[in-house]
Structure formats: C-alpha cells, structure tokens
C-alpha cells in the first residue's frame, strides 16, 4: 500500500515568516511530486511540482527533493494570512495513469 | 486560462436516488480523474479515464458508480442508490501527457 504523510499541524507562523512543510512518501520509484493548497471547502490548486533530486523555486515558494530519503518539503517565504490553508502533498502512483495518492495534508495558519 | 469546470456545486439527493454529477476537463486534456473527499478526510482516487474507457478503479468504485465520456467534453459521474457515506466532495481532474493533474472546483454531495 502505498502511503504519503505528513503532520497534520496546525503549523502556526507569523505572518513575514517562512513555512515549513514536509512529507515522505512510501514508493521508492516515485518520480514526480506535487504540492496542492486547499481552502476550506475548496478543491485542491496546484502550486508546486518536483521531479528531481534538489530546489525548485516559483516566486515565495520552494519545493525540496531528496528522492534518496524520500522526503519531499515545501517553503513558504514571507508567509501572508492569505497562505493560511491546508497544503496537501500528492504522489502518482508509477506504472499506472498516475492516479495521485495524498496525503492528509497540513493546516498551516499565518498570524498577522 | 483554461479551467475545468463541474456542476452542480452542490446536490441534496436522497437515500437511494441516483446522481449525476458533471465535469467538462481541459479541452486538450486526455487523461480524466474522479476523486472524492470526505469532511475532514483525505482525498481519495475513484476513477480514471483514457482513450474512452476506464483506465483503473479504486476499491471504492463499485458496480454503484459510472463514467461517461459522452460527447468530446463532457466528463460524468454517476452513482446509483445512493448512501448516507456517498456524501462527500467529488473532484473531478484531467491531465494532459505531462503529469500535473488540475481539479474542478468540486461537487459537495449531501445525501439525506
């Protein structure tokens, strides 16, 4: 069965701060990774996507790789009340038609 | 920018009614997703869809759920009899050949 986690949180951070997220995942032979935001009763925005050993920036994000550990993070520099959202991790199940398998993701709160 | 879009955003039905729930994925999408979200849980895979059949299944999809691609855009889900724990968020995605899965913005359903 293949599994992704992640803390649950609440990760609370004032706002200006950076948020850390993190998350491993079971398939040793996974390839691609994705960070999904939700909103409350919202569906799931792509914000990031990662498929190689190392950083990818886009903007006040940052996706982090290490396929060795299998742990992929998420940053979010100069957090804003508006990042406030759940970050949900996703990992496509390889060999297959890449159905994404996700974790519970974690509530993250930025505090003004 | 091109969106996919689902409808209705919200059905009240009752115990043992049959849904159909609706989604038009990216035009130049090829790939066609059904997941579902249950308050407070996890998004979870139902369905996936290529070249006009059913590509895998959860455990979930039983013989009380259906897809159709009826026409070159619309994209559907049905679930016969329903039950109270059919009530959830059903997210409908699609895919081009590149992995990055986009979703629709959901359809809650309530079941009575």
């Known amino acids: 069965q293949k599994e992704v986690e992640q803390n649950s949180g609440p990760l609370s951070v004032p706002e200006g701060a950076i948020a850390s997220l993190n998350c491993t995942y079971s398939d040793r032979v996974s390839q691609s990774f994705f960070w999904y935001r939700q909103y409350s009763g919202k569906s799931p925005e792509l914000i990031m996507s990662i498929y190689s050993n190392g950083d990818k920036e886009d903007g006040r994000f940052t996706a982090q790789l290490n396929k060795a550990s299998q742990y992929v993070s998420l940053l979010i520099r100069d957090s804003q009340p508006s990042d406030s959202a759940t970050y949900l991790c996703?990992?496509?199940?390889?060999?297959?038609?890449?159905?994404?398998?996700f974790g519970a993701g974690t509530r993250l709160a930025v505090h003004p | 920018e091109p969106e996919v879009t689902q409808t209705p955003s919200h059905q009240v039905t009752q115990m043992g009614q049959e849904v159909i729930l609706r989604c038009v994925p990216i035009?130049?999408?090829?790939?066609f997703y059904w997941y579902r979200q249950i308050l407070g849980q996890k998004v979870e895979f139902l369905v996936s869809?290529?070249?006009?059949?059913?590509?895998?299944k959860s455990e979930i999809f039983d013989d009380q759920f259906s897809v159709e691609r009826p026409d070159g855009s619309n994209f559907t889900l049905k679930i016969r009899s329903t039950k109270l724990e059919d009530s959830a968020m059903y997210f409908c995605a699609s895919k081009p050949l590149a992995y990055e899965q986009y979703f629709g913005p959901g359809t809650r359903l309530t079941v009575t």
């Open positions: 869809f290529y070249n006009n059949e059913i590509s895998e």
């Open positions: 035009s130049n999408h090829l790939y």
């Open positions: 996703a990992v496509p199940v390889s060999g297959g038609y890449n159905k994404l398998i």
